[in-house]
């Protein structure tokens, strides 16, 4: 079976409409991934030649090198979800060395994981896998749990146990999200000057971005501005969950309420309902594929290969760059895992999955 037909296998009944699909806005405005992505995207901008050089290092390893896509294992869920319940399926990952023998034994671009975890393995693995840090967290323990995302360290740090580049998240929306900009485009400032990439979960946080049985915080029109506002700050790759559905800011603003501003035309002429043209919304919103977006991988559940598999080819036909999984691989035997990852992989490597 070739690859293209067994990622069809693997989508089942939605392999039609995912892989025929026709995107409404068309790729010729995209800046499309490919084994050039850095000296295309990258060279004429204002990064200096160390970010270019671990730009290229992240996406030059593993089994996606040379292609312009990435697959990258992030474990912080021991801060962000708490390490017991993230770890309890598999406890081999309370030993955060794991974490980074999964992503290279799964041919990852790079590792996505906490201070603690990559500064306790530094000097074994900093030269073996590319590092991404994650800076800041949503430490779970104040009661009750609120969303706010902290600094767990700094910059400097970073750059010193051997990172490639550093992630920080930004709740969007949430009541502490001006202090978050600031001391992310700040911390992005710093990453940039000492030669490090950037990468930021560009996601959203508000209590009314619940309505009914519908939640707004994975609509493609907010998730797009958050987006956008995150290129804004210079991220140089934007992590965002995979849209499903649309029309937040029309929901924020019905009866007596306002928020925000939009235009009829977001939802007629640069989108419609299906999956892919949702994502490719929120890859405009990156300047239109200038940095690269990665759909994050989400939950583990039952049906985990094909979820995996479906996001990634979403992801890459509305132009995206990768997919950023992690509960998925983690939280089965290590073998499962990569696997899972490989599965990814494929996906990308695959030139019968095209561009819509």
Known sequence: ????????????????????????????????????????????????????????????????????????????????????????????????????????EGGCNAVATTFGVLASCSRVYAHKIPFLVKINHNELMTYPNKFDEIMFGSVREAWNLGAAAVGATIYFGSENSD????????????????????????????????????????????????????????????????????????????????????????????????????????????YCGRSGLINSGGASGKNDLQDAVRTAVINKRAGGIGLISGRKAFQKPMKDGVALLNAIQDVYACTGVTIA
């Open 1 to 104: 079976m070739s690859t293209l037909e067994s990622i069809r296998s693997t989508l089942g009944s939605d392999a039609d409409a995912l892989l025929s699909h026709k995107a409404k806005v068309s790729n010729e405005i995209l800046h499309k991934p490919g084994p050039d992505f850095v000296d295309r995207i990258f060279g004429p901008s204002d990064r200096n030649p160390q970010v270019l050089r671990n730009l290229q290092a992240m996406l030059g390893h593993g089994r996606l090198a040379g292609t312009g896509y990435m697959s990258i294992l992030p474990v912080d869920q021991g801060i962000e979800h708490s390490a017991g319940a993230s770890f309890a399926k598999n406890p081999i990952y309370f030993d955060g060395e794991n974490i980074i023998k999964l992503a290279i």
């Open 179 to 286: 202090r978050q900009i600031i001391e992310v485009s700040q911390a992005f400032e710093e990453a940039h000057e000492l030669g490090m990439a950037t990468v930021l979960w560009c996601y959203l946080r508000n209590n009314a971005f619940k309505i009914g049985d519908k939640d707004y915080h994975v609509a493609a029109d907010l998730t797009g501005q958050a987006n956008h506002l995150g290129v804004t700050i210079k991220a140089d790759i934007i992590k965002q969950k995979l849209p499903e559905l649309n029309g937040g800011f029309t929901a924020l603003n019905s009866g007596d309420s306002s928020y925000g501003k939009l235009d009829p035309r977001m939802y007629t002429d640069l989108c419609t309902d299906h999956p892919i043209d949702l994502c490719r919304y929120q890859v405009l919103n990156c």
